[in-house]
Nanobody
Framework: VQLVESGGGLVQPGGSLRLSCAAS????????MSWYRQPPGKERELVAT????????YVADSVKGRFTISRDNDKNTVFLQMNSLKPEDTAVYYC?????WGQGTQVTVSS
């Protein structure tokens, strides 16, 4: 069982990135999926959650209006579209199923 994040990198303030989380060894369609992040020197925090069929989402107030979570159950993949990025969005971003965590992908927002 594995969750593999990709799409992180260095971006300028105001830029965009799209993170992907590809699952293997299990089918995500039965599960709520989430994105978390851990800024440098801080605790891990919930960013966004999406229900199993994608009909309902939650995003943290700090990213509301800028980040969107989505999923493609046919591709066994969850996405996090991040727009209008700010330096305070710099963190390692993790994908999570109820029982598993990915290894994380670094997002750095800096000019």
């Amino acid at each position: 069982v594995q969750l593999v994040e990709s799409g992180g990198g260095l971006v300028q303030p105001g830029g965009s990135l799209r993170l992907s989380c590809a699952a293997s060894g299990f089918t995500i369609s039965r599960y709520v999926m989430s994105w978390y992040r851990q800024p440098p020197g801080k605790e891990r925090e919930l960013v966004a959650t999406i229900t199993s069929a994608g009909g309902s989402t939650y995003v943290a107030d700090s990213v509301k209006g800028r980040f969107t979570i989505s999923r493609d159950n046919d591709k066994n993949t969850v996405f996090l579209q991040m727009n209008s990025l700010k330096p305070e969005d710099t963190a390692v971003y993790y994908c999570r199923s109820p029982a598993h965590w990915g290894q994380g992908t670094q997002v750095t927002v800096s000019s």
